[in-house]
């Protein structure tokens, strides 16, 4: 038995007066309740108990260990009984790191809804791009663009969906459409500057009929570290963009944007929840994670199929 197993035994004689009634509580023999006795007194350097063949009291000892002792304990389920309400009442504060993108086009818009079914939930959103580890600094889960090496963190697929390339309507007409990813080269592109890991810098990926994927080395007048900026100037006309479908979706939708070269699409890297591996989420980080999937679920959107023989061949 463990120290804290040998105090509880000392409680319970202590409580009950009786080492076999203290036993047949703690659901362990008397040979063992005494044993546990027999370690404290020996830890302390004290004798806690009188025991005699018909009765057994505290000593002195006894009682200032017992009263501690249960003043302890009594924190302790206290404790216990408070992070249990917190479990089922679903309060207190999570704190979250997510994209400026996704806070802005999906976040935000669904809060509403989200403190209408736990209006005792309070969130601390973090608007900063993090790529070694988003969950350091202390948060309890990070939405995260691109995969992660770190193997001590846990990931939940958010948005899965092609890499759309993409420009407006306007700049088209001025530039011309391209037909196969090499016409990216003659184009002006928006080229993401979002670090060494980024899928979306300047080289930008295909696949042909086979499968096989192909890199086009693009080049452009703006370069931009922000997915919101990436999006406003494709709409301005001033180049064609690629980024995940999802941050495009609306505009495509809507016209403002039109996608380019689909039959060339590959899958892009997911947006994902991460957070800590440990063993015991908490359930208001839980109905976090819960929420953030159902509120995205539209958003996936398979690859298309890849170019047929006539698309590679014009």
Excluded at 10 to 26: I, N, W
Excluded at 217 to 231: A, C, E, I, M
Aim: aromatic letters at 8%; one cysteine or more; hydrophobic letters at 40%.
């Amino acid at each position: 038995m463990n120290k804290f197993q040998d105090i509880l035994a000392f409680v319970r004689v202590a409580e009950l007066g009786s080492f076999t009634t203290a036993a047949r509580a703690l659901s362990i023999s008397t040979s063992a309740v005494t044993k546990s006795i027999n370690r404290v007194e020996g830890d302390l350097g004290v004798q806690l108990l009188h025991r005699t063949t018909r009765q057994m009291h505290l000593t002195d000892y006894g009682r200032e260990y017992f009263e501690r002792c249960t003043g302890i304990l009594g924190d302790l389920d206290a404790a216990e009984a408070e992070i249990r309400k917190t479990q089922t009442e679903l309060s207190g504060m999570v704190k979250i790191s997510v994209t400026p993108s996704f806070g802005r086009k999906t976040l935000i818009p669904a809060l509403n809804e989200f403190y209408r079914r736990y209006p005792k939930l309070v969130l601390e959103l973090s608007l900063k791009v993090r790529s070694a580890n988003p969950v350091e600094g202390g948060f309890d889960l990070a939405v995260h663009a691109g995969r992660l090496a770190d193997s001590g963190l846990v990931t939940r697929s958010l948005i899965k969906g092609p890499r759309k390339t993409v420009a407006s309507p306007a700049y088209l007409e001025r530039m011309g459409i391209p037909k196969q990813p090499k016409d990216l080269i003659g184009h002006n592109c928006i080229v993401g500057t979002f670090g060494a890991a980024s899928p979306f810098g300047p080289g930008w990926l295909f696949r042909d009929a086979s499968g096989r994927e192909e890199v086009v080395r693009v080049s452009g007048s703006l370069g931009v570290d922000s997915g919101d900026v990436l999006r406003e100037a494709a709409l301005a006309g001033i180049g064609i963009a690629q980024a995940t479908y999802w941050l495009f979706q609306e505009e495509i939708q809507n016209g403002k944007l039109v996608p380019l070269l689909e039959n060339y699409e590959i899958e892009a890297e997911p947006i994902s929840i991460v957070f800590p591996a440990h063993r015991h989420v908490p359930a208001k980080v839980r109905a976090v994670v819960d929420y953030l999937l159902e509120i995205t679920a539209p958003s996936n959107k398979p690859a298309s199929p890849g170019p047929g023989p006539d698309e590679l061949n014009p």
